[in-house]
C-alpha cells in the first residue's frame, strides 16, 4: 500500500486568490490523480500526472485554472487558481500501487468566500 | 445518466445485521474498487475486483464482481457503528482513470 499525506488538510480562501495543494507518497509512483469531490457528490477525475509529461485533463478543466506540477516520483501539486465560491470541494489526491491498487491521501477541504 | 449507478443511496440500520450495496455499470468493467469515506474526509481502499466471478473478503465486508463483470456487491455481516460512512464504488474502463458511483451513505444505530 502507499500512505500518501496532503497540506493543507483545510483552508478558507477569499475569492480571485489561489490556493497551491501539495500531495507526497512514501513511495515511488508513475501514476498521480487529483480530483475533485463536491459537497454531496462523488468524485470527478480532474487531471492525471504523469512525471516527466504534462498532466492530462479531463473534459472541463484547464491548465489555466488548475495547474499541476509533478517533479519527482513521490510529490506533486495542484493549483487551484482565481477562485470562486464554485471551487469549494475536497481536493484528492491518488496514486496507483503496483498491484493496480489505487489509493487516496486524506483530502483538502476548501472553503471558497 | 450516471455511468455507475450505487443502490441504495442511503442505508440505516441496527447494529447486527446485515447488508448490501449494489454497483450496477451499463458496460464492462476491466476494475472494481470499493472505497470508504468518512464524512469530509478521504478515501479508504477496501477492495479491488479483477475478475469476473471474483469475490474478497476482509473481516466483516465481503465484495463480488458478477461474471459479466458489470455488477458488484458489498455485503457487511453483522454491522457494527464502525462500519457508518460514505461507500463508493469506482470503475476502470480500459484506461487508468477511475469514474466513481454515486456513493451509499451508511448509518449502523445502536
Known amino acids: 500500500s502507499a500512505v500518501i499525506s496532503q497540506k493543507p488538510s483545510r483552508d478558507i480562501c477569499q475569492r480571485g486568490t489561489s490556493l497551491t495543494i501539495q500531495c507526497q507518497v512514501d513511495?515511488?509512483?508513475?501514476?498521480m490523480f487529483w480530483y475533485r469531490q463536491q459537497p454531496g457528490q462523488s468524485l470527478t477525475l480532474i487531471a492525471t500526472a504523469n512525471q516527466g509529461s504534462e498532466a492530462t485533463y479531463e473534459s472541463g478543466f484547464v491548465i489555466d485554472k488548475f495547474p499541476i506540477s509533478r517533479p519527482n516520483l513521490t510529490f506533486s501539486t495542484l493549483t487551484v487558481s482565481n477562485m470562486s465560491p464554485e471551487d469549494s470541494s475536497i481536493y484528492l489526491c491518488?496514486?496507483?500501487?503496483?498491484?493496480?491498487?489505487?489509493?487516496f491521501g486524506p483530502g483538502t477541504r476548501l472553503t471558497v468566500t | 445518466s450516471q455511468e455507475l449507478e450505487q443502490s441504495p443511496q442511503s442505508l440505516i440500520v441496527q447494529e447486527g445485521k446485515n447488508l448490501t450495496i449494489n454497483c450496477t455499470s451499463s458496460k464492462t468493467l476491466y476494475g472494481l474498487y470499493w472505497y470508504k469515506q468518512k464524512y469530509g474526509e478521504g478515501l479508504i481502499f477496501l477492495m479491488m475486483l479483477q475478475k469476473g466471478g471474483e469475490e474478497k473478503s476482509h473481516e466483516k465486508i465481503t465484495a463480488k464482481l458478477d461474471e459479466k463483470k458489470q455488477q458488484s456487491s458489498l455485503h457487511i455481516t453483522a454491522s457494527q457503528p464502525s462500519h457508518a460512512g460514505i461507500y463508493l464504488c469506482g470503475a476502470e474502463r480500459n484506461t487508468d482513470k477511475l469514474i466513481f458511483g454515486t456513493g451509499t451513505r451508511l448509518q449502523v444505530f445502536p
Open positions: 513511495s515511488q509512483v508513475t501514476m
Open positions: 491518488s496514486v496507483r500501487g503496483g498491484s493496480y491498487e489505487q489509493y
